[in-house]
């Protein structure tokens, strides 16, 4: 069964550090989809990024950059010098092959504060 | 803006009560999706549509049920509502093709009940 774990529950920093929230998952399937959601205080949730399972490069999107490593079974996010706008609840999810299961399995989510 | 929109934003209703939740996917989207967010279980899948039809259930309730329209918006309806139905539900959308497994998400219907 696909599970996602995100240990960390709160997170604070100060404006400008660097911060990596981590996140764990458990597939049998050989084919599966990573995704990352920031959940703003407005409440909705905002589509990051998505990763499929062949693809293991990193990727960086201006302060956002992502680490995939199969081996780990982690697709960690980090954002560099954190901004008070990226105070959100940070949700890492997983959805396996779409021909079988198309459900998304969320993390129980990172609130990541971020302190001017 | 992620396009799809869901009515209404908030609601109110009594124990015992009968609610419906309504959706409507980005356009050209066929797949809607439908999750729960509540404190004690997190974000959690409810059941998903494609075209009309059911495609996958997830953690529903009996006493909830969701359909999809042939205009293909989806409506999600909560009967004999209890104290802990209190969440946020959310509704997503999908495309086709190579993009299928990604998820765009209403901005949520917030449901109290009292």
């Known amino acids: 069964a696909q599970k996602v774990t995100q240990a960390q529950t709160e997170i604070s920093v100060v404006e400008k550090e660097d911060v990596t929230l981590d996140c764990v998952y458990e597939?049998?399937?050989?084919?599966?989809?990573l995704f990352w959601y920031k959940q703003p205080p407005s409440g909705e949730l905002v589509f990051l990024i998505r990763?499929?399972?062949?693809?293991?490069q990193n990727e960086i999107s201006g302060r956002y950059s992502w680490n995939f490593q199969k081996s780990t079974s982690s697709f960690n996010f980090t954002i560099t010098a954190s901004q008070v706008v990226d105070s959100a609840v940070y949700f890492c999810?997983?959805?396996?092959?779409?021909?079988?299961?198309?459900?998304?399995?969320f993390g129980a989510g990172t609130r990541l504060t971020v302190k001017p | 803006d992620s396009g799809v929109t869901q009515t209404p934003k908030h609601l109110i209703t009594a124990t015992g009560q009968r609610v419906t939740l309504r959706c409507s996917p980005r356009?050209?989207?066929?797949?809607v999706y439908w999750y729960q967010q509540s404190l004690d279980q997190g974000l959690q899948f409810l059941i998903q549509?494609?075209?009309?039809?059911?495609?996958a259930k997830g953690n529903i309730l009996e006493r909830f049920s969701a359909q999809q329209f042939p205009d293909l918006h989806s409506e999600l309806n909560l009967s004999s509502l209890e104290l802990g139905d209190s969440a946020l539900y959310f509704c997503?959308?999908?495309?086709?093709?190579?993009?299928?497994?990604?998820?765009?998400f209403g901005p949520g219907t917030r449901l109290t009940v009292l």
């Open positions: 997503a959308s999908s495309p086709r093709g190579d993009r299928v497994n990604e998820q765009f």
């Open positions: 597939t049998r399937d050989t084919t599966y989809y």
């Open positions: 990763r499929n399972s062949f693809d293991e």
């Open positions: 999810a997983l959805s396996e092959n779409p021909l079988v299961n198309n459900d998304m399995r």
């Open positions: 356009s050209g989207d066929l797949s």
């Open positions: 549509y494609y075209n009309g039809e059911e495609r």
